[in-house]
Nanobody, 122 residues
Framework: QVQLVESGGGLVQPGGSLRLSCAAS????????MGWYRQAPGKQRELVATITSNSGTNYADSVKGRFTISRDNAKNTVYLQMNSLKPEDTAVYYCNSDISHLDSPARYFRYWGQGTLVTVSS
């Protein structure tokens, strides 16, 4: 079993910054794709940012220039640095990842974290 645990959410004023972390643990052979999604109340979950195994990145238009996704392979962790936060960034942020297991290294499964709440308000 693999677990993804997010941390770093909280209350921040508009224009402020937060860094989210997501650490993977358990039966891990390889981690390929890692990404962040978010879901605001009453809205659909949306993609925020992704990072590939070779560190290629992709961002939603709404966060380009403000958010930075990165990964630390030695720690099985993905980060989301969020700067210049806006009230519309308020949401539960979810980590997800494609991970293969020790007993089947070529087969990847999609895992989700339980989310961390980010509230941007003055």
């Amino acid at each position: 079993q693999v677990q993804l645990v997010e941390s770093g959410g909280g209350l921040v004023q508009p224009g402020g910054s937060l860094r989210l972390s997501c650490a993977a643990s358990g039966n891990i052979f390889s981690i390929n794709y890692m990404g962040w999604y978010r879901q605001a109340p009453g809205k659909q979950r949306e993609l925020v940012a992704t990072i590939t195994s070779n560190s290629g990145t992709n961002y939603a238009d709404s966060v380009k220039g403000r958010f930075t996704i990165s990964r630390d392979n030695a720690k099985n962790t993905v980060y989301l640095q969020m700067n210049s936060l806006k009230p519309e960034d308020t949401a539960v942020y979810y980590c997800n990842s494609d991970i293969s297991h020790l007993d089947s290294p070529a087969r990847y499964f999609r895992y989700w974290g339980q989310g961390t709440l980010v509230t941007v308000s003055s």
